[in-house]
């Protein structure tokens, strides 16, 4: 790419959902209600886990904390584009945009580690209920997650990073709600080679190892539930995994969704729509999943509700 062809970009301008410019004020109200609905479900469960000394177990240790990040993870692309369907005005700075992608890629990872620590969780209780409280101790938990926060911390650094290095051409047009890695890189006039390298490489790190990781520790969990003579006991375990198994579905299936898509232009609507599932629609539906597939969250809520909770001492 010749020189000329290159700029020094200071904005980049976000496109955003592919609807019509009189179909905004009706997006923009939908939008509003699912990243309300989000931060105060999230923030619901977090209170729930705090008040109540009943849920002071590893479990929800873990869930307290992916409650943390979806609030975050939706806060860092969905107030934006609300902002820019209110306003019409759809240009976000250089330093923005890579913040915003650097955020995104983290709370991504984030949500992804934590999903692994708590499959974790269920197998140890689940095919070692008799060594649980000794495997799972509070050192344990609390290192699992300081791992994951360094991992994701580790990962959204390398790709943002490579991001800086990189030259736009002319068109600083992104065609989506929000500063996707793919569409950046589509802009750039610099050799990708290297950022698309760090995407393979990273995003086996970050995705297909702790997707493997669940499946095997729900294969053992299988396993197990399948040597469970009662239909009860049966029951019981899978009422234990059926809340996390669902959101793993939800989270990972989205995101299986969104990069199995052809990378063309007519695949792009198609992209955004995934995009808008797992960025948005995902953090407002774990609250519920967690709380109506769940006795314990429900009992807590219960007891919230009649003033009976128990503050820990």
Known sequence: MRRENQSSVSEFLLLGLPIWPEQQGMFFTLFLGVYLTTVLGNLLILLLIRLDARLHTPMYFFLSHLALTDVSFSSVTVPKMLINMQTQHQSISYVGCVTQTYFFLFFTDLDDFLLTSMAYDRYVAICHPLHYSTVMGQGLCTLLVTVSWILSCAS????????????????????????????????????????????????????????????????????????????????????????????????????????TLPSSSTSNDKNIIASVMYTAVTPMLNPFIYSLRNREMKGALGRLSRREIFFSK
């Open 156 to 259: 959204a650094l390398c790709h943002t990073l490579l991001l800086t290095r990189m030259s736009f051409c002319a068109d600083h047009s992104i065609p989506h709600f929000f500063c996707d890695l793919d569409a950046l890189l589509k802009l750039s006039c610099s050799d990708t080679s290297l950022n698309k390298l760090a995407i393979f490489t990273v995003g086996v790190a970050v995705i297909v190892l702790p997707l493997v990781c669940i499946l095997i520790s729900y294969g053992r969990i299988g396993a197990t539930i399948l040597k469970v003579p009662s239909t009860k006991g049966i029951c019981k375990a899978l009422s234990t995994c059926g809340s996390h198994l669902s959101v793993v579905f939800l989270f990972y299936g989205t995101i299986i969704g969104l990069y």
